[in-house]
C-alpha cells in the first residue's frame, strides 16, 4: 500500500496563503462590490464567510430591508 503523506521543506504558510487583511463587525458601513451606496453590517457569520446588511442611513419609510451576502462581494468605505 502506498504511503500518501507528503513530506514538506517549508514551515508555517505560504506568501500566497496570507489571510484576508480587511475585517468587517457588526455595526461596520461597508459598500458592495457592485455598487457605490453605503450599507450596514447587521450580522457576520465568519465560519460561513458571509454577513447581513442593511442600506445606510436607514430608509425614513418603512426602514431599509436586510439582506445576507457573501464577505467577497463587499468592501470597505471608500
Do not use: K
Request: hydrophobic content about 30%; some cysteine; overall charge negative.
Amino acid at each position: 500500500m502506498p504511503n500518501l503523506t507528503q513530506t514538506s521543506l517549508h514551515q508555517g504558510c505560504l506568501i500566497q496563503d496570507a489571510p484576508n487583511v480587511m475585517s468587517i463587525h457588526q455595526g461596520d458601513c461597508v459598500n458592495l462590490n457592485r455598487d457605490e451606496n453605503t450599507y450596514q453590517v447587521i450580522g457576520v457569520d465568519g465560519d460561513h464567510d458571509r454577513c447581513w446588511v442593511r442600506r445606510w442611513p436607514i430608509e425614513p419609510q418603512g426602514g431599509s430591508p436586510v439582506f445576507e451576502i457573501s464577505l467577497n462581494q463587499i468592501r470597505n468605505l471608500g
